[in-house]
């Protein structure tokens, strides 16, 4: 699988945005996709899972602002952002996971993730 992000860029505090993730090669439908984002000095972290039976799971610091969707006839998956925070300043990589079963929580962890989009920048201005 091929992973493609996009959408990112420089928004106002307060604004919103939404990075896609395109696929290529195999369909999504197959895999859990996963967004993950690094801030600047720091480790990458778990944004959220879309599951490939449909349903959502997001970090604690993201919930309620950042909201994940998928549309498999075009073999994307999206990340709409809402009232961005300068903190959300950060690369953006989409994921996907062929795994069935996950311990505990390890899809927050990047190693249950077979394939990785390039990363898209985000930059919060205040």
């Known amino acids: 699988v091929q992973l493609q992000a996009s959408g990112g860029g420089l928004v106002q505090a307060g604004g919103c945005l939404r990075l896609s993730c395109a696929a290529s090669g195999r369909t999504i439908s197959d895999y859990n996709m996963g967004w993950f984002r690094q801030a600047p000095g720091k480790e990458r972290e778990f944004v959220g899972i879309s599951w490939k039976g449909g349903s959502t799971y997001y970090a604690d610091s993201v919930k309620g602002q950042f909201t994940i969707s998928r549309d498999n006839a075009k073999n994307t998956i999206y990340l709409q952002i809402n009232s961005l925070k300068s903190e959300d300043t950060a690369v953006y990589y989409c994921?996907?996971?062929?795994?069935?079963?996950?311990?505990?929580?390890?899809?927050?962890?990047?190693?249950?993730?077979?394939?990785w989009g390039q990363g898209t920048l985000v930059t919060v201005s205040s």
């Open positions: 994921a996907a996971s062929g795994r069935l079963f996950y311990s505990g929580r390890s899809y927050q962890t990047e190693g249950v993730y077979d394939y």
